[in-house]
Structures are given as structure tokens and as C-alpha cells.
């Protein structure tokens, strides 16, 4: 691995636009501007910004990184296309992030990373994004819950830690352990991941996608009928 590996990575799927760059291998400069809207026009000019700054030319890039949510549509949409149009356009990596895997940052000086570990998130009014890991693993697409309905089959609640937003009241509905942690230092632990996966090669033949994760919609259709006549 080169001693110069550089990194730019990115993320507006929340009301913030969170920008890192690794640089020298190791280190990490940060910028997260709170926003409620305007990450379209703040985005590229941040990014400019946090290049130039560090003397960093946009050919120097190895990679570059985004979050790809769950999230706000609009801001996921807006990063992941920003990233394959940067990637594109340097012959580099786009290494997609999920808020899931920010969440398992640090964990490791924590719980042994085995077992089933469910990761938690804040959904859109009162719900919870919700992603299960085996042996750190994803072994599923995630998905949008309701915690006052939740039934999941867990097959081994002793083996199982809820970790997250809302943890201990997932864990008290699964009869299983849980762990409370936020959700913090984004565009730091974006470069953290993105880092892990180009140096052990999971970059390769990547391509960012949004993480679109919506409540099952078990309601009958309000839309009339229409007879087809043979």
C-alpha cells in the first residue's frame, strides 16, 4: 500500500453535510456543516474547500467514499451520484458507506464482534431502521420497524445484541442484550471504513447505490379495480 494513500469521502443522507479527507495514510481532516437544506449548492464547494486547503490535488485521490443512508432520499441521491461522477471522471474507486457500518465503528474495543448483532438507526416519525450482522456480516437488506409492533424471530437471544438508537427497547421487545450507542464523528468513521475496504480490496468494482429502506406496506390498495374485459 502506497504511504501517501488519499481518501475524499462524503455524506449528506441527514441534515449535515459531513466531509473527511484522509490524507499521508493517517491523516484525517474533518468538516460537518448542519443543514437542514442546501446540501446541493454546499456540497462540492465544501469538498473544493477541504482540498485545496490541504494541498491535495483532485488527480492525487486513490478513492473516494460516500454514505450511502438510510436516510433523507434527496441527500443520499445527491452524494451517490457526486461520488460515481468524481470516480468516473478520475479513473478511481467510489466506496459506498452505510450508516450501519458507521454505527459498528469502535466496536470492536467493545464486544467481540461475534454472534448477531442487530444495529439500530432514527427512521422517519418514531420508526427505526433496523440492519441484522452475523460474525460481522450483513445477512440482510435492512429494514423500517415500528418498535411498539415488532416481532422478529430471533432464534438465539443469548447470542443477539441490539446496538444502537433505541436499544434497550428493542432488546426488551426481542428478550435479547442490547447495547446504547449514537450515531457520531461521521465524515471520521466514513474515512475509517472506506480505508478498511480499499486497503483489503472491497473497493473493487464497487458501485455506490442508495439505501433505500422503507416500512412494509401490508395495506390493501385504495386504488378501484378495473374490470379487463376478455
Known sequence: MQSDLAILG???SQSHCAAALLKNESEIITELTKMQKGQVENLFPILETLIEKNSISWNALDAVAVGIGPGNFTGIRLSVSAARGIALGLGIPAIAVSSFELMKVGLDLITDNKGIEIFSLP???GSVYIQTFKNNVAIDDGQQINIQTLDLDIPFKEQTTVIGYRATEIATKLQCNYLEKELLNIPDNIIKVAKK?????????????????????????????VNILC
Do not use: H
Open 10 to 12: 462524503f455524506d449528506t
Open 123 to 125: 427512521g422517519p416519525r
Open 197 to 225: 475496504k480499499f486497503i483489503t480490496g472491497l473497493a473493487k468494482g464497487s458501485r455506490p447505490t442508495p439505501l433505500y429502506i422503507k416500512a412494509a406496506d401490508a395495506e390493501v390498495s385504495k386504488e378501484k379495480m
